[in-house]
C-alpha cells in the first residue's frame, strides 16, 4: 500500500528558479501532518478511515496498472469543475484566477513551455494525464457562476487548526458547494498554525505556509475535503504550486515519501517511475546528483511533488495514480466528472442557469458634480444582458455593462440593476449606496473635534466588516483632563478577528488654505504581546471617494509601547496615557487649496488573534493658513442693504461648532452692538443689525470672528 502522507506546501516551493534562487532556504515544516494528527486524536475512526480508503485506492491503482500493461483504454478525458473561495476583503482580478487554472491545465496536459527542457530520462515518461480543471459555470442551487467567489465578511488569515468550522462554504448542507460535485479551493492571505508556533504574518525571509489539502479518506468531514491556498502563490509560474496541491487531492505523494521535511532522508512514494530521493526545498540540483540507493542515480527533482524550485513534469507511473483515484467511487472523486455533474455545474453543452444580478463601482461617495463609474459583475450564462436604474444620476438608466454616471445634486442614492437570460432575470437594489455631498462647503480652519458637546459632530461612523464593534462617544475619559473622546469598545464587546472600523470626519475646505497640519491624542493598549492590530489615518480630497496614507502602523506596537503597553483587562487611559500626534504640514502639502478635503481613522483587529484591547481618540485638530480675503469668500459673507436707511443683515455660511461672535463698532472703537457665539448647524447663518432702527446716522465697522479669524466689514447708515 501507498504510505501516508500529510501535504503542506512551503511558501517558496514552485517560484521560478529565478525567484527561488533569491529566498533563503528552510527546512520544511509539517504544519498539515499534525493538524491532521490533532484530527486522528480526537476522531480515532478518522485514522481507520483512512487507512481503508487508502487499502482500496491502492488496489485500484494496481488494477489501473494492469489495464496499462495490456493496453485497454481508458476514459479519454475527466473535467473536473473548480470553484474558488476568496476570503476576506482581497481585491483580485478574475482574470489571476484564469490564469492560475490555465497553468494547471498545462501542468497536467504537459503543453508548458518549459516540456521541452525537462531532463531526457523523465521528459520521455511524461504524459499528458488527459485531466481538464475548468472553472464552475453553475453554483449548487442553478444559479450562473463564473467559479470566483467573493466572501468579503471573511476573515483571509486561515487558522489550520479550526477544524472543519472554517470550512463553511464546502461540503453538505444549505449555501454550500459539495465537495462531491466541486473542486473546492480556499484562497487566503495567510495560513497559521497556533499549535506549531505559525503566525501571520510571518518576518520576512522566514517560511510560510503556501497551502494544503488532505488525501482522500482522511479529511475531518466532507467540509474539509478541500484546498486552502496561499493568494501570493497564485500568479505566474507559482501557480504550479496549485497543481502540486491537486495532486495530493488525487492521492500522489511527495517524491520524496510521507514527510513534509525535504533533504531529511531518502524516500519513496512507491511509484516505480519516480526513484528514491531526499527531496529539495527551493533549489535544483542537478538530476544525476542522487545520493540515494538508485540503479540509475537518478532523481526527479524536477517533479510536480517535490519541493524544488524547477518543477516541470509528472510521470506515466503518477498520471496512472491520479486518474485512478479520479475514476474511484472511495473518496468521491469520480462524480466531479460524470455526465450528471457536468451538467449540474454548467461544464455540459447548451447548459442552462438562472442569472444573478451584481455591480460594483469605483467610488460609492463622491463630490456633487463628479462621476461613478459603475461594472456589472453579473453572471447571466452564455448570453444576457442587463438593465440600470440610477437614481439622481445622469443618465437615469444603461444598458451598458460599464456605464459612468455623474451625480449634479447632494444627497444619498439608490442603483438597480437587473441580470437577464433565457432562464428569467435576477435584480439587485442597493439603496443608500452613493452618497453625494456639496463640495467646497466645508469647514474652515483652525477647528477642532473636541466630543465635548455629548455627541459625535459630523462624524460618518463605519463599520468594515459586520462586526458588533463600532467607533462611538465615551462619556468616561478625554485628553487633558476632559470626560469624552470616542473609542473602540473593543475588549466589552469582543471585536472579531480582522474586524475594520473607521470613523470619517465631516468635509473641510482647504480652497484658500496652505500649511495644513492636523494633531490628535490617542490612549492605546495590546490585549497580548503578539497583537497585531493596524491603524491609519487617511485623507481624502474628492469628498470621500478615493484614500491616502498619511501614517499607519502595522502592528501598533509603538502606539502600545507609547500609551498603554500590554494588558489583559480592558483598557481605560489614565492622564499620562494619552499621547498626542503632529502631522506635520510637509506630510499634508497635497491638501492645499483643495476645497473638499476629509481625514479618516482606521482600525483593524488582529487577523489572527482578534478580540483587540481599546483604542480611544479626542481633540482632533486642523490648522491651516487663510487669507482674509479668501476667508470672506469661503463664508459667502454679505451685508445687505449698505448703504441702509434701516437695519442690515449679514449672512455667512458656517458648519458644526463653529464658534462665530458679530461685534458692531463705531467710528471711535465704541461697541455698539454685540452677538455672542451665533452657531449654525450646516446651513446660512443671518444676523440683523441695527434690527431696532436705535443706530444714528454714520458709518459702523462690523467684526465677524469665526473660530478666532476676523473679517472687518464697513456698514454705512444714512
Known amino acids: 500500500m501507498k504510505k501516508q502522507l500529510f501535504t503542506l506546501l512551503g511558501g517558496t516551493l514552485f517560484a521560478s528558479a529565478i525567484y527561488a534562487q533569491q529566498q533563503p532556504v528552510h527546512n520544511q515544516t509539517c504544519n498539515t501532518y499534525g493538524a491532521m494528527e490533532d484530527a486522528f486524536k480526537a476522531d480515532p475512526n478518522l485514522k481507520a478511515k483512512y487507512n481503508l480508503v487508502q487499502s482500496q485506492l491502492e488496489l485500484e491503482y494496481q ?114 458547494w459539495p465537495t462531491t460535485q466541486y473542486l473546492n479551493v480556499y484562497v487566503v492571505e495567510c495560513i497559521y498554525s497556533t499549535s506549531q508556533g505559525i503566525n501571520c504574518p510571518t518576518a520576512s525571509g522566514t517560511l510560510y505556509l503556501g497551502g494544503y489539502t488532505y488525501l482522500p479518506g482522511s479529511a475531518p468531514g466532507t467540509n474539509a475535503d478541500a484546498i486552502v491556498y496561499r493568494t501570493s502563490e497564485l500568479n505566474g509560474l507559482s501557480a504550479r504550486a496549485l497543481s502540486h496541491e491537486m495532486g495530493h487531492w488525487f492521492n500522489l505523494q511527495h517524491t520524496f515519501g510521507n514527510t513534509n521535511s525535504p533533504g531529511m532522508s531518502c ?25 540515494c540507493a538508485t540503479s540509475s542515480g537518478l532523481w526527479n527533482v524536477e517533479n510536480f511533488m517535490d519541493y524544488s524550485s524547477c518543477p516541470k513534469n509528472f510521470t506515466q507511473g503518477q498520471v496512472t495514480a491520479i486518474r485512478a483515484a479520479a475514476a474511484s467511487s472511495t473518496a468521491g472523486r469520480n462524480n466531479l466528472w460524470s455526465t450528471a455533474n457536468l451538467s449540474a455545474t454548467g461544464l455540459a453543452p447548451g447548459y442552462t442557469c438562472t442569472p444573478v444580478a451584481n455591480f460594483n463601482a469605483n467610488k460609492q461617495s463622491v463630490c456633487a458634480g463628479s462621476t461613478v463609474t459603475f461594472s456589472n459583475t453579473s ?46 432575470s435576477n435584480t439587485t437594489a442597493q439603496t443608500s449606496y452613493i452618497t453625494v455631498v456639496q463640495g467646497g462647503a466645508g469647514l474652515l480652519v483652525p477647528f477642532t473635534h473636541d466630543f465635548d458637546s455629548g455627541n459625535l459632530p459630523g462624524i460618518n461612523v463605519i463599520n468594515g466588516n459586520s462586526g458588533t464593534v463600532a467607533w462611538a462617544l465615551n462619556t468616561g475619559t478625554g485628553a487633558n483632563g476632559t470626560t469624552q473622546s470616542i473609542f473602540l469598545n473593543n475588549a466589552s464587546q469582543s471585536s472579531s478577528a480582522g474586524q475594520i472600523d473607521i470613523f470619517e470626519t465631516p468635509i473641510y475646505n482647504f480652497a484658500s488654505s496652505t500649511n495644513i497640519s492636523l494633531s490628535y491624542y490617542y490612549a492605546y493598549a495590546k490585549k497580548i504581546t503578539t497583537q497585531a492590530d493596524t491603524f491609519k489615518l487617511q485623507y481624502s480630497t474628492d469628498c470621500g471617494g478615493t484614500w491616502t496614507n498619511v501614517l499607519g502602523f502595522a502592528n501598533c506596537n509603538t502606539m502600545a509601547a507609547n500609551s498603554g503597553s500590554i494588558t489583559s483587562a480592558s483598557f481605560s487611559p489614565s492622564a499620562a496615557q494619552w499621547k498626542q500626534v503632529n502631522i506635520a504640514s510637509t506630510l499634508l502639502t497635497a491638501l492645499n487649496n483643495k476645497p473638499s478635503v476629509k481625514f479618516r481613522f482606521w482600525f483593524k483587529s488582529d487577523k489572527t488573534a482578534g478580540s483587540s484591547n481599546n483604542i480611544f481618540i479626542d481633540q482632533i485638530n486642523v490648522s491651516g493658513t487663510v487669507g482674509l480675503n479668501e476667508l470672506e469668500n469661503k463664508l459667502g459673507l454679505a451685508v445687505y442693504p449698505n448703504p441702509t436707511n434701516a437695519s442690515a443683515t449679514v449672512d455667512l455660511n458656517t458648519y458644526t461648532n463653529e464658534k462665530v461672535k458679530i461685534t458692531v463698532m463705531d467710528v471711535v472703537g465704541r461697541v455698539v452692538e454685540e452677538a455672542n457665539t451665533l452657531a449654525v448647524d450646516g446651513t446660512k447663518g443671518s444676523y440683523t443689525v441695527n434690527k431696532n432702527a436705535s443706530l444714528a446716522k454714520g458709518i459702523y465697522i462690523i467684526n465677524i470672528d469665526v473660530n478666532n479669524q476676523k473679517i472687518s466689514k464697513k456698514l454705512i447708515i444714512e
Open 267 to 291: 524516500g519513496n512514494d512507491n511509484i516505480s517511475d519516480t526513484p528514491p530521493t531526499t527531496g529539495v526545498q527551493s533549489m535544483c540540483p542537478a538530476s544525476n546528483s542522487n545520493t
Open 63 to 176: 488494477s489501473a496498472l494492469a489495464m496499462q500493461q495490456q493496453g485497454r483504454p481508458s476514459v479519454a478525458s475527466y473535467t473536473i469543475p473548480v470553484v474558488f473561495h476568496i476570503m476576506g476583503p482581497q481585491t483580485i482580478p478574475d482574470q489571476v484566477f484564469i490564469d492560475a487554472i490555465a497553468q494547471v491545465n498545462r501542468d497536467y496536459g504537459r503543453a508548458g513551455s518549459d516540456t521541452g527542457t525537462v531532463y531526457p530520462n523523465f521528459k520521455s515518461i511524461y504524459v499528458d494525464a488527459q485531466m481538464v480543471f475548468a472553472l464552475a459555470k453553475k453554483d449548487p442551487n442553478g444559479n450562473c457562476t463564473n467559479g470566483i467567489i467573493h466572501h468579503n465578511a471573511d476573515n483571509s488569515y486561515w487558522n489550520q487548526g479550526a477544524g472543519i468550522s472554517s470550512y463553511k462554504y464546502s461540503g453538505t448542507g444549505t449555501s454550500r
Open 379 to 424: 453572471q447571466v450564462g452564455t448570453s444576457g444582458s442587463v438593465n440600470w436604474s440610477f437614481d439622481g444620476g445622469t443618465p437615469a438608466t444603461s444598458t451598458s455593462n460599464t456605464t459612468s454616471v455623474t451625480y449634479s445634486t447632494p444627497g444619498t442614492y439608490s442603483v438597480v440593476l437587473t441580470a437577464t437570460n433565457p432562464s428569467g
